[in-house]
């Protein structure tokens, strides 16, 4: 190759690094650029020949590579070093309040997506993100009970373990044994009996926890065990409440299932002690006792208890780990002959949040999405803003003004607007949070302390400036980019500029991230949709539910209660339109059963498997007519008989236990054993759902309540009336049975399957809003880009028009570049779906995280909306008149 | 222009080296920019500066009005390509003049502070 040539390809080597530059560096330096690498070339080629150029060559990359990036960064470097702030901020202001439309759009769309995002982030940081309000709680751990040979992975623990968990000492500071107890209250004389929450512990609750109390003393410790002093700490909710927050309660005196307690303390306000369950939701109490039993003597068989243990201060999780299973092991040799039960403790905070997590996940995700949204929309707005100026900006440039004053002024925009925008928010947020709190789930953990603090409101209002400088940062680089020349060639050509570019890729970014969102939300609502369709196995249609707490004092014998929930029975069964009427332990969807372990001997479907043999089942003793009132459909046999019959001890066994195991015959006459006491199967029922309303549970035994005699019992009220007509009828019907009865949770049954549901459709609802959101957002930018170009190109549409081009035919060209726009987004947001996808898929419920209908019916409606954001100002090209455009030219 | 509205020189100063450069080159005739580089190169104190941030430099200074763009013309070599040629304003005169008063009162200062052996330069 000739020198020549040689040379030729220099120069096409360095035009092309010349690329690496700002477009305005390459138009006026780039020249000079290219002709001293050539010299540097020539030089090299002379002296060293080939090699030497090639080494020029690779020295010329990273020279442009370094100085093109640092050039390119330029305004941002000297905007620091320059300029009067304070007259930047005021000139702000003012340009501002001359253009009132503006600035009330921009404020109007920050504020309600920066307070959807405070809404969400207040509810994050409270559940997921604060510490829980004790001494030292990453040290808090609660402990469960692993049956290895059932699988029954999170039992309650069993009294001795809670003993030798207290004197294991080492990495276990110390533990507190925990059980809730609905009881009956009363003071005073007047007042209707409550049924409280109570929750009874060892005495070293408040200890174990470091927390004060607001009012008098917690537990002594030897206020336990049994022949304790009978004393009660109350919460302040109900001291508030019950006792109109009056200070002298210390010291009085009030009944708990008519037996007296002496209160001796009320917690603070805040304090809310959260006792996680093994099943369902965790549980607090309005008032706190300690146990009357000796744990230590109690059987290990019951587990019956949760545990609190505190880590000592230091200890890893490793260790902590390894001193619980330690104590695990030595129960399971000395009390279960080491059939293999292990205690693992859980993070106290985590194990709260446990089943929250997901969902909360999703909503942080989702609420960051849309201030991604929100961002990318802002920068869209700031640009158009300093397009619409650029004529402005060049005659105050050809007029000396400073270049970088440009930038710092839209960038002092941004952030004012991003500031007031963050205070709007947090007021919206305000708000938001009351109402969300309203909709939440009553098991949403720390539901009561959600709200917005001082510290919300900051880090919003920062992150909304923060939103607004960065937003305006592209825009203010192009306005510092573009220089005089070109600035005022654009103005003239009004043919869109380099920003055009620009707006039209952050469009682009705008539509794939709506995708996005969008996608997410139809899939959650979807969701959602199959969940409020899901068949339970019951219909909770006309039926009144409550619960009935019996005083273990009052009616002592089981044939006393059995007797008063017959009288009940026939009381409410006299109502009119009372068709049906039965009681349970507990009701579905409310997690409330008690389990055992059930042995069907003989029945085809036993593998010899001894785990799959003897499985643990949900054991609900039931009564009246409880199946009928619920709607729980009879599969094959018979129900209980109306009257207990001798010698026959009769069971229900639920539609799924007899499928596995009677595959193909009829279980109906089989023995079943239950924890050791045997019955006759007389019928299988619909598998009504105890825990969650989309997916079936453990299998289910039913025994009549008059064997076991379960005191208190929800009961079941089928009637052809609306359930809220009767409540008033059957409480004065229970008050005719007996006037000191409590009635707890007294509400219609659909009103139980809706609080199961509360999760989800806070879900659903805010991923609704917040998708809808973003795609209003993204239809205002096309709208905007759009109409902008229209405005932009009026003269060259005027040309073609007087070309020959009819209307039509332009407004098709405008269209095109919309749904190019459109196009691009979709095909960008296409991966973002899959991760979104793979992200959510946890919060489902029967619906696949890629599904096609949702994904083709949710891009579908994105599309559509995004081409009527195209096409309504793209019909402005009817409008231009060639003859007219031309004059105002 | 009225001098209150003149730039104050001192607070242009230090200069970056490489503008301190051009300067010194433009100071003795126009050069287009490989020719700077060659003067850089021929005073023989550490490595030329690289041709982008030469040409950044340049625009630097012209938007400062410290040099300024002369005519277009065939460089002085063999070949007969036309180059962009530099020249420094008056400005851009007294910016050096700061400079160079300013790096001897370093070097003055390093001498005393025994920096520098008696004659070293």
């Keep these: 190759m000739s020198d020549e040539r040689w040379m030729r390809a220099s120069a096409r080597w360095a035009r092309l690094l010349l690329h690496l530059y700002p477009r305005d560096f390459r138009d006026e330096m780039g020249m000079g650029v290219v002709e001293t690498y050539l010299d540097h070339c020539r030089t090299a080629v002379r002296r060293g020949g080939l090699l030497a150029l090639c080494g020029v060559w690779a020295k010329a990359f990273v020279d442009s590579l370094w ?100 004197a294991a000492g080492g990495a276990i500071e ?37 927390v004060q109390l607001a009012r008098g003393r917690g537990f002594a410790p030897n206020e336990g065990g049994p022949g304790r002093p009978p004393v009660i700490v109350l919460s302040d909710n109900l001291w508030r409440d019950r006792f109109g927050a009056d200070p002298s309660v210390i010291g009085s005196e009030v009944r708990l299932d008519g037996r007296p307690f002496t209160v001796i303390g009320v917690a603070q306000p805040g304090f809310r002690f959260k006792r996680h369950a093994s099943e369902g939701p965790p549980e607090s109490a309005d008032a706190y ?140 947020a305000v708000w938001g949070t009351r109402a969300l709190v309203a909709i939440a789930p009553a098991d949403l ?88 369709r899901a068949n339970p196995g019951f219909d909770a249609t006309g039926v009144l539910t409550m619960r009935i707490p019996v005083s273990s004092a009052r009616y002592q014998t089981p044939a006393q209660s059995t007797a008063l929930h017959e009288r009940l029975e026939r009381e409410i069964a006299a109502l009119p339109g009372v068709t049906a009427i ?41 009564r009246g007519r409880f199946f009928e009132a619920l709607g729980i459909r009879l599969v094959a046999g018979r129900l209980f008989a109306p009257r207990l019959e001798p010698g026959v001890n009769e069971v229900l066994i639920d539609r799924t236990l007899a499928e596995e195991f009677y595959p193909s015959g009829s279980p109906i006459g089989a023995r079943i054993n239950i924890d050791g006491d045997s019955g006759t199967v007389i019928g299988v029922i619909e598998h009504a759902r105890q825990y969650d309303i989309h997916k079936d549970g453990r299998y289910q035994v039913y025994i009549r309540n008059e064997y076991n005699g379960y005191r208190s019992l929800s009961y079941a009220i089928k009637a052809n009336r609306s359930p809220t007509d009767l409540t008033a009828e059957v409480r004065a019907a229970v008050h005719r049975v007996d006037p000191q009865l409590a009635i707890a949770n007294l ?33 205002m930018g096309l709208f905007g880009v759009v109409s902008a170009a229209v405005n932009r190109r009026r003269h060259e549409i005027a040309v073609r028009l007087a070309l020959g081009a009819d209307h039509a035919s332009v407004r098709r060209l405008l269209l095109r570049e919309g749904a190019g726009l459109v196009l691009g987004g979709v095909l960008l947001g296409v991966p973002g779906i899959y991760l979104a996808g793979r992200a959510v898929a ?21 599309v559509v909306v995004a081409l009527a954001a195209c096409y309504i100002p793209a019909r402005r090209v009817t409008g231009i008149e060639p003859a007219q455009a031309f004059r105002e030219e | ?40 190169e021929s005073r023989g104190l550490g490595p030329a500066p690289d041709v982008g941030t030469l040409y950044r430099a340049l625009r630097r200074l012209q938007d400062q009005g410290m040099i300024e763009a002369a005519d277009r013309r065939p460089a002085r070599e063999a070949d007969d390509e036309r180059r962009n040629y530099y020249r420094v304003t008056p400005l851009g005169l007294r910016l050096a003049k700061a400079e160079a008063k300013r790096l001897a009162a370093l070097t003055r200062a390093a001498r005393l502070g025994g920096l520098l052996e008696r004659g070293a330069i």
């Design chain 1, 842 to 862: 946890g919060a489902l419920v029967g619906v696949s995280p890629f599904d096609a209908t949702t994904v083709g019916a949710v891009a579908a409606g994105l």
């Design chain 1, 445 to 532: 953990p720390r539901r009561e302390a959600i709200g917005v603090d001082w510290r919300i409101a900051t880090v919003v209002i920062a992150v909304g400036a923060a939103l607004g400088v960065v937003a305006a940062l592209l825009p203010a680089m192009w306005a510092t980019r573009t220089r005089l020349m070109s600035l005022l060639s654009n103005a003239n050509v009004r043919g869109g500029g380099g920003h055009g570019r620009m707006r039209r890729a952050m469009v682009v970014v705008q539509v794939a991230l709506s995708l996005v969102l969008l996608t997410t939300g139809g899939l959650v609502v979807r969701s959602f949709e199959r969940l409020l």
């Design chain 1, 582 to 622: 039965g009681a349970a332990s507990a009701l579905p969807l409310t997690a409330g059963v008690d389990q055992a372990g059930i042995q069907l001997p003989g029945a085809p479907g036993n593998t010899g498997d001894k785990e799959h043999d003897g499985p643990l089942a949900d054991y609900i003793p039931a």
């Design chain 1, 174 to 210: 110390g533990a507190v044994g925990l059980r809730t107890e609905r009881m009956t209250m009363t003071h005073g004389t007047d007042g209707e009996p409550a049924e409280v929450p109570i929750m009874l512990s060892t005495p070293n609750l408040f200890r174990v926890l470091g």
């Design chain 1, 289 to 428: 006792i300690t146990f009357e039993m000796d744990l230590a003597t109690t059987s290990p068989n019951s587990g019956a208890f949760a545990v609190l243990v505190r880590a000592r201060a230091g200890t890893t999780a490793e260790r902590f780990g390894a001193a619980v299973g330690a104590v695990g092991a030595m129960i399971d040799r000395r009390d279960f002959r080491s059939r293999g039960l292990e205690l693992y403790p859980v993070g106290a905070k985590g194990d709260l949040v446990a089943r929250v997590r997901p969902a909360l996940i999703v909503l942080g995700a989702a609420g960051a999405f849309l201030v991604l949204v929100l961002a990318v929309n802002l920068a869209t707005l700031l640009l158009a803003r300093v397009a619409q100026r650029e004529r402005e900006f060049a005659i105050s440039r050809a007029l000396g003004a400073n270049h970088v004053a440009v930038a710092r002024a839209t960038l002092f925009e941004g952030g004012l607007l991003g500031l007031v925008g963050g205070v709007g928010g947090t007021l919206v």
């Design chain 2, 1 to 40: 222009m009225t001098m209150d509205r003149e730039l104050p020189i001192e607070r242009l100063l230090p200069l970056r080296p490489v503008e301190f450069d051009i300067l010194l080159s433009l100071a003795t005739g126009e050069r287009h920019g490989y020719g700077i580089i060659q003067d850089a």
């Design chain 1, 67 to 166: 100085n093109g990036v640092a050039e390119r960064l330029r305004p941002a470097v000297s905007w620091r070093r320059s300029g009067d702030w304070g007259l930047d901020a005021q000139r702000a202001v003012r340009r501002l309040v001359r253009t009132p439309l503006f600035a009330v759009a921009m404020l109007g769309t920050l504020t309600v997506g920066l307070g959807a995002f405070a809404t969400v982030y207040a509810v994050v940081d409270r559940v997921l993100l604060a510490p829980l309000p004790y001494d030292r709680p990453d040290d808090l751990h609660f402990v469960w009970r692993n049956y290895k040979w059932v699988p029954f992975e999170r039992g309650w623990v069993g009294g001795t373990d809670v003993a030798a968990l207290q």
């Design chain 1, 747 to 779: 509400r219609a049954m659909e009103e139980v399957v809706d609080d199961s549901l509360r999760q989800q459709r806070l879900s659903a609802v805010l991923i609704a809003a917040f998708s809808l959101g973003a795609l209003s957002l993204a239809a």
